[in-house]
């Protein structure tokens, strides 16, 4: 089960109920962070979470409001004796960002950080890959997908039948191959079931472009700013972000499972319902994310 949790919803200006920008994913001992901004380490504390497990960070673009909470949160690591390779990953300039940093804060870590600008699948192994795609927001910036790829499952009734079937047997079944057992063919068709992909992914900050509906196409739950309505669709524009009526069209041409709308603008806090129906009439299945709210896929 793939359990997402938001420790920031809101957009360039928090409130005393949105913070910055960030999301958690947590997967099978993979705890991933999309983005981080001012104050996350806080959020962490305030939502039980532990940064110190954390395996990855996702880095969207290299706005205040996505990152300003970077160096407090490797700081906290550091001195709370985390001891992994920490691997970071971000659009064109990410690099440089990341030294910059380290020189003009002297971090000086105790643990190691890789540094990664990607494009495309980045990222696979047996269970998962990441994915990311080349956005609209006037600096290098990246959509994300997590995939949770398909187990294949062995059907457990069916195998009593195979009594005192090998442990090398049961291996190639999950992997799809036919066995030989006591002399006798089996079909791993007949004998197991593969899970559907599981897909989640993530656009923050960026105009509406063609890059997004091929990228998100099919996704379980799309995790989507939306920084206006569509009654200011031209400052949307302006400034190069999605109105919520844009991102239930893209949920909709997407054929996406759910919608979860985030990077909400301060001027909308009060009229929260006005603004979910803007996406709403697009795409039914549409929801605010709030702070602390988890979310499983």
Known sequence: MIIVTFLGTGAQIPTNK??????LLVNDGENILIDCGEGTQRQFKKAGLNYCKLTRILVTHIHGDHVLGLVGLLQSM????????????????IKDFMQGLGKMYNLNLKFKIKVEEVAGKFFENGDFCLEAEKMAHGVPCNAYSFVKKGQIRINKEKLKK??????????????GKNVIHKGKKYSAKDLTRKENDVKVSFVLDTLDNKN???????????????SYDSKLSGMAREHMHLTAEQAGKIAKKGKVGKLILTHISQRYEKNLKDFLKDAKKEFKDTSIAGDFDVVKV
Do not use: A, M, W
């Open 18 to 23: 949105r913070n910055h920008t960030s999301i």
């Open 78 to 93: 550091s001195l709370n004796e985390y001891n992994k390779e920490l691997l970071i990953y971000g659009p064109k300039g």
């Open 162 to 175: 195979l009594e005192g079937i090998s442990i090398q047997n049961l291996k190639k079944l999950k992997q």
């Open 212 to 226: 997004i509906v091929p990228f998100v196409k099919d996704s379980d739950s799309l995790i989507c700013e939306s």
